[in-house]
């Protein structure tokens, strides 16, 4: 009976399966269908972005977390992509990039229903710091897997329109952070904009299986540089953590020059290593390109920028104005709107034009940009924010598309995945670094007028304790007045409150124009990326 089954199963099924065999086929290594799954992946890394910045204010009152602890819920996360980006793309080139991937998408989702139970159930900071790491971790498989299959997937010619669009599917995910995580935070708890990600990754994990095309493992990346990565992470870590904890130890105290000069000596012996390794993990040929280099340093500035100074806005239109969460969101809008629309037509002017002119012209518009946000005060509106979001925003566009597209379209195809890599990390560490310097430029402030202001409006005296308590509150834009403060006390407590926040915004946001405008200078040295400058390098 089994026997004469069998044959039939045979002659019958065989031809159903190959036609939906055939069917797959024509989906799988699709240029837009991969385009489509991988930008699914990765939105919700650039979901998660924004969202944490709108539930950062719930998340620190609801935790009663320290300005410390909240900036480590970002920077767990910031420091946990930059240490594994470039060793995950290395993963990708080794094994495949849609394995690498899958991976990605279905940790991070994990990882991120794990933070939201971290607050729900256990009620513990400590445990969401600790899965922020997990989930940078997770991240850093999607993101240089994601660059490295449109690379090996699109023609050098069609690669700018590729990440054009590619930008505006991020940017339309990060646009829509704000408000779902205004309304998430709002009506349901912050813990939920973590839980949006399951339902994401679940559609991502789908789409992937379904179209991905694996890519094989790349000749370039037969082995793993052990020494290379462990000279790399700890290089990053280092350098990461002095900086976010060099306003605690002190910038001229011996624990933050020691970080700060391990750092260094990782790094060092990061780069002898590369010069030195068979099979490095970082080929330093990469770098030969001068418009790479180039367009690393540009990420890197852009997103310090950027990441640094955003940080600050959400309690500024919170804790100053009183907004809440979805109002909030709907304020930083614009900004994430014009990437929508500016991602794809900086795509195709990239793509006309070469990438030095809308670079420069996109670096500059986010410096004045930034220089007008300096200029906000306690007494001036959240509307005053729209017109310097709007020129924001359609200044990260041109520098978004183009900078990765020099990275990415100047590296051999062989190495797409450690260029994607190289290009997520330098997103990172500018983020990372952004968030730890004007962090520091905030607190400097504070530290320098409150006291002053606080004994000039004849407040009554703080101990060093409550000195420190009132500073933590005043760095998060808050007011450190009880509701048995008499009225008038708390409305003079409140008016110093807000006006040493602004001013240390006001610091932090003239250091970021500065540091874009640093930006559209190197970025004159950029050219159109070809796919073939380095891979006419030799090693």
Not at 196 to 206: F, K, Q, S
Request: aromatic share 6%.
């Amino acid at each position: 009976m089994m026997i004469s089954k069998a044959p039939a199963l045979a002659r019958g099924g065989p031809r159903g399966d190959t036609r939906r065999a055939g069917g797959m086929a024509r989906w799988r290594g699709n240029p837009a269908l991969t385009l489509l799954a991988v930008a699914l992946g990765v939105m919700m890394v650039g979901i998660d972005g924004t969202i944490v910045a709108v539930a950062n204010p719930a998340i620190q009152s609801h935790l009663h977390a320290s300005l410390a602890g909240i900036q480590w819920v970002s920077n767990a996360y910031l420091l946990a992509l930059a240490v594994s980006l470039i060793t995950a793309g290395k993963l990708g080139d080794r094994f495949g990039h849609k394995k690498v991937f899958l991976t990605g998408v279905a940790g991070f989702a994990a990882s991120s229903a794990a933070i939201g139970l971290s607050g729900s159930i256990a009620g513990s900071i400590t445990l969401v710091i600790a899965f922020r790491a997990l989930q940078g971790v997770f991240g850093a498989l999607l993101q240089p897997t994601a660059l490295a299959l449109l690379r090996k997937n699109f023609p050098a010619e069609k690669l700018n329109a590729a990440i054009g669009i590619w930008g505006a599917v991020i940017g339309a995910s990060t646009a829509a952070g704000p408000i779902a995580g205004g309304l998430l935070v709002q009506h349901i708890g912050w813990e939920a904009c973590f839980y949006i990600n399951v339902p994401v990754g679940l559609i991502a994990l789908a789409a992937s299986l379904l179209v991905l095309r694996e890519t094989g493992p790349s000749p370039a990346a037969r082995s793993f540089d052990i020494p290379g990565i462990a000279t790399l992470s700890g290089a990053l870590f280092l350098l990461i953590w002095g900086l976010i904890k060099g306003p605690d130890y002190g910038w001229s105290s011996a624990p933050t020059l020691a970080f700060l000069g391990a750092a260094a000596l990782a790094g060092l012996l990061f780069v002898l290593r590369q010069a030195r390794a068979a099979q490095p993990l970082l080929p330093l040929r990469l770098f030969r390109s001068a418009s790479l280099s180039a367009g690393v340093v540009l990420v890197i500035l852009l997103m310090f920028a950027m990441f640094g100074a955003m940080f600050f806005m959400t309690f500024y239109l919170e804790n100053v104005h009183g907004l809440d969460p979805i109002a909030a969101g709907v304020h930083l809008l614009p900004m994430t709107a014009m990437l929508i629309i500016g991602s794809p037509l900086a795509g195709a002017l990239i793509s006309k034009l070469g990438p030095r002119i809308p670079l420069v012209a996109g670096m500059v518009m986010a410096a004045i940009a930034m220089a007008g946000l300096s200029r906000l005060g306690a007494a001036s509106s959240p509307n005053d924010t729209i017109a310097w979001f709007v020129l924001l925003g359609l200044g990260l566009s041109p520098v978004m598309v183009g900078a990765t597209n020099v990275i990415v379209g100047n590296a051999p195809v062989e190495l797409a995945g450690v260029a994607g890599g190289l290009q997520s990390t330098a997103m990172q560490v500018g983020g990372a670094l952004g968030t730890a310097v004007l962090g520091a430029v905030m607190s400097a402030k504070i530290a320098a007028t409150l006291p002053a202001s606080w004994h000039a409006a004849h407040l009554p005296p703080l101990s060093t304790a409550q000195l420190a308590s009132v500073k933590s509150a005043v760095s998060v834009g808050a007011s450190p007045v009880s509701g048995n403060t008499p009225l008038r006390l708390a409305s003079q407590i409140t008016r110093i409150s807000h006006a040493t926040f602004t001013a240390g915004m006001h610091n932090a946001f003239l250091v970021a124009a500065a540091v874009a405008l640093a930006g559209a200078v190197i970025a004159l040295i950029t050219r159109r990326g070809t796919g073939t400058a380095a891979a006419h390098a030799s090693i």
